[in-house]
Nanobody, 130 residues
Framework: QVHLVESGGGLVQPGGSLRLSCTVSGFTLAYYAVGWFRQAPGKEREGVACINNRGSITDYAGSAKGRFTISRDNAKNTVDLQMNNLNPEDTAVYYC???????????????????????WGQGTLVTVSS
């Protein structure tokens, strides 16, 4: 079976850091782009950062640029999101998704069109609060 599992969420104070991990199983990660998305209460799911299959192309939401870094290790079947200088507006459930079976062709399109993605993890909650 194909699975994505997120981990690393939790409670952090403003200005703090967290590292999220997405571990995949049941398919060859190296063939697919992966993105991190988030959904805050009452808001639509939005793309945070996406990375192509080789790790050579990334795309970030404006709110994430300079603070978040997406990386991947295809040998370990993981895609990480390092989040620094967190603020309360970053509070959300964070999901990873792969373009497994989706029509998106670029990481930019992937990050901007979460509705086109079919393979998602269950999410991990990030709460930024003092």
């Amino acid at each position: 079976q194909v699975h994505l599992v997120e981990s690393g969420g939790g409670l952090v104070q403003p200005g703090g850091s967290l590292r999220l991990s997405c571990t995949v199983s049941g398919f060859t990660l190296a063939y697919y782009a992966v993105g991190w998305f988030r959904q805050a209460p009452g808001k639509e799911r939005e793309g945070v950062a996406c990375i192509n299959n080789r790790g050579s192309i990334t795309d970030y939401a404006g709110s994430a640029k300079g603070r978040f870094t997406i990386s991947r290790d295809n040998a370990k079947n993981t895609v990480d999101l390092q989040m620094n200088n967190l603020n309360p507006e970053d509070t959300a459930v964070y999901y990873c998704a792969a373009d497994f079976g989706s029509p998106v062709t670029t990481v930019q399109a992937m990050c901007r069109s979460p509705s086109l993605l079919e393979l998602w993890g269950q999410g991990t909650l990030v709460t930024v609060s003092s």
